[in-house]
């Protein structure tokens, strides 16, 4: 599915239709449907916060006019928390995850894909200020930031 031509603007059923197929791919050939098993905030899946980031992100960039980059931002996106574990387990291995997520989720989406450097720095930075070095990438600022929203939501609507 590619973006919508000519620099307009997508539908919001023309974004649903890209992220899902981004998606699709990324649970065809990696192990995305794994991180429906592991909680992220309150009731909210890995998988399904993923996917709220990716939709926003789209949404937000568009906003800004930055659409040059739509497919390393989603999968960008769909991969920032892609470290296939459950960090509400007691385990010496998920302490300090916030700090350490963001490598393990790299390493994961490594091993599965072929990422290019945008997607690796929106995956290593989307945990911007708690890990002290910042994105250096516009599409890593949008992730960041939406990520932040994203979670407010998720634990709020508790």
């Given at each position: 599915?590619?973006?919508?031509k ?6 919001k ?17 990696g ?10 905030h ?28 739509k ?14 574990y ?25 091993e599965?894909f ?5 997607e ?15 994105p250096?990438?516009m ?14 939501y ?5």
């Amino acid at each position: 599915m590619l973006p919508a031509k000519g620099g307009r603007k997508m539908t919001k059923a023309e974004r649903k239709r890209f992220v899902a197929g981004a998606l699709r791919k990324l649970c065809r050939e990696g192990r995305m449907n794994e991180s429906r098993a592991f909680c992220q905030h309150g009731n909210t899946s890995v998988y399904w916060h993923s996917i709220r980031v990716a939709y926003y992100s789209l949404c937000l960039a568009e906003f800004l006019h930055l659409t040059r980059h739509k497919e390393e931002l989603i999968y960008g996106a769909l991969l920032h928390d892609y470290f296939l574990y459950d960090w509400h387990e007691k385990d010496k291995s998920h302490r300090l995850h916030g700090f350490h997520h963001p490598r393990t989720a790299l390493k994961n989406a490594s091993e599965d894909f072929t990422l290019g450097e945008l997607e690796k720095n929106i995956i290593l930075r989307h945990m911007f200020p708690l890990i002290p070095v910042p994105p250096t990438r516009m599409e890593s600022w949008i992730v960041c930031l939406v990520d932040k929203g994203c979670s407010i939501y998720e634990i709020i609507r508790l």
